[in-house]
């Protein structure tokens, strides 16, 4: 249930990040591009009839509007970038499989499906990345696509704003918590068992770990692999808005003239109702940037 609910988390937080929701300006092609006449995203996630103007070639469309209508309108990218040609290449990648998928499935294959279908899925994936690589726009970093970036493959976005060193940080942080899942999910998977056994009436039992023990070490280990992935979860939403955020700060500079300066200071009591109207004696420190 919980990995259910994260899961659902992450989708509605995947629509958020693809229609602006940290900024107006995310998914723009420009601060001040007076061009992209969609609304600001306090007044609406996503707009069809903003989103179908694009695919006709009537307005430009944020990078935002452009992926997050694609999710459901297949190839709706490689319109928006007029790469007609790739149109066969993506639906015959993402089509077939699936066709062949079923078609195995239903002839008992299951093994040969799954991995027909994951095939699709793979193909989906690289279809949505290619309309955002290909996406014009003459700002960069472009903070949506950053964002996007992170959130198809983690560490892209980082690696787009030229911060190399942050993705070994990240990937750790994912192999870490992915690796406490498994084994997590492997003690919980083993008391799980020993539970079942220690309590089948139909067949004795006679293992060194009771009941009472197998259900206490299952409980234990299903919190903690509960817990390993509400952990990859933050690492993973972590570098989205990492990408997101130091996009912006890309040009963000820091004055080479940065001083701070000490000195005395009399502070004089401005109040005749103050308790001591002598002046007092101490230190001002001031900085210049």
């Known amino acids: 249930m919980m990995k259910r609910a994260l899961l659902s988390i992450l989708l509605l937080f995947s629509t958020l990040i693809a229609s602006a929701q940290f900024r107006s300006e995310a998914f723009q092609q420009s601060y001040n591009d007076d061009k992209a006449t969609g609304k600001d995203s306090t ?5 069809f009839k903003e989103y179908f103007a694009g695919l006709q070639h009537k307005q430009e469309i944020k990078i935002g509007t452009m992926f997050a209508g694609s999710l459901v309108c297949v190839g709706g990218e490689q319109i928006y970038n007029r790469q007609y040609w790739k149109l066969p290449l993506v639906y015959g990648s993402i ?22 279908f994951i095939g699709a899925g793979l193909a989906y994936w690289g279809t949505l990345m290619d309309g955002i690589v290909s996406y014009k726009s003459s700002v960069y970093p472009l903070p949506g696509r950053a964002t996007l970036y ?7 976005g980082q690696a787009y704003n030229g911060e190399y060193w942050k993705i070994p940080i990240y990937l750790g942080g994912l192999g870490a918590a992915y690796y406490f899942y498994n084994t997590n999910n492997i003690n919980y998977q083993r008391y799980r068992r020993i539970y079942k056994e220690a309590t089948n009436t139909e067949v004795e039992y006679n293992g060194p770990i009771t009941a009472e023990q197998a259900l206490y070490y299952r409980d234990v280990f299903r ?14 939403l972590l570098q989205v808005i990492d990408a997101n955020v130091f996009s912006y700060m890309h040009d963000f500079e820091i004055a080479d003239d940065l001083a701070m300066t000490v000195k005395p200071a ?4 401005d109040t005749q109702l103050a308790f001591n109207p002598s002046p007092a004696f101490g230190l001002s420190v001031g900085f210049k940037f």
């Open 43 to 47: 007044d609406v996630l996503f707009s």
């Open 266 to 269: 009399v502070l004089m009591q």
């Open 223 to 236: 919190r903690y692999r509960d817990y390993s992935v509400l952990a990859i979860a933050l690492v993973y």
């Open 95 to 116: 089509l077939g499989p699936i066709g062949a998928g079923v078609y195995l499935n239903t002839h008992g294959n299951h093994d040969a499906a799954k991995y027909c």
């Open 150 to 156: 992170s959130l198809l493959l983690p560490g892209l």
